[in-house]
């Protein structure tokens, strides 16, 4: 069965640092999607993709987190510098016609 | 504005009936997805439904009433491998998709 595939699942990195997460959509799905959850609540978009075209950044904060897919395939959010308050889970997803999402298994970030 | 609500925690028996629900107030609405989310873990599809209706598969049962703006999924013979948080998820339109906080649901034996 196809899956997203995400890493690292798990970064610790220290403030100001910057760190990058990189996500393979399901093969064919046209629509990605980079949230941020923090503990105890719902996933918030932060990016959404549709091929290599962003749709959604309204809520990324561009002073410091960046998002590219190149070739409208794989994906890479990156953060510089890195904050305490950064400190989430990153998922991301992928749709075929911007309908069910199938999430990856998500990016553990820790901010010391 | 768009508001998703739903029960913070909720606690049942093993073997037992839960019905989780979910109220959506939105701009727009094209379909409402329940998704199944284990503790550090990430949110895995359980249903989608954009017809009023249930929609059943298994021991899980998902219901729409789109004039209420109402959802509620319907978990049967609960196993302990069902404690999770539940996810209520409204697509707005186009590509938009928002997501509600999550029920923590805890079974005991």
Known sequence: EAEVAQSPRYKITEKSQAVAFWCDPIS??????????ILGQGPELLVQFQDESVVDDSQLPKDRFSAERLKGVDSTLKI????????AMYLCASS??????YFGPGTRLLVL | GQNIDQPTEMTAT??????????????????????????????TFLSYNVLDGLEEKGRFSSFL???????????KELQMKDS???????????????????TRLFVKA
Request: some cysteine; aromatic content about 16%; hydrophobic content about 30%.
């Open chain 1, 96 to 101: 075929l016609q911007g309908k069910t999402q």
């Open chain 1, 80 to 87: 510089q510098p890195a904050e305490l308050g950064d400190s």
């Open chain 2, 65 to 75: 009433s789109r004039s209420k703006g109402y959802s509620y999924l319907l978990l």
């Open chain 2, 14 to 43: 093993e073997g037992a009936i839960v019905q989780i629900n979910c109220t959506y107030q939105t701009s727009g609405f094209n379909g409402l997805f329940w998704y199944q989310q284990h503790a550090g873990e990430a949110p």
């Open chain 1, 28 to 37: 064919g799905h046209a629509t990605l999607y980079w949230y941020r959850q």
């Open chain 2, 84 to 102: 999770a948080s539940y996810l209520c998820a409204v697509n707005t339109g186009g590509f938009k998709t928002i997501f509600g906080a999550g």
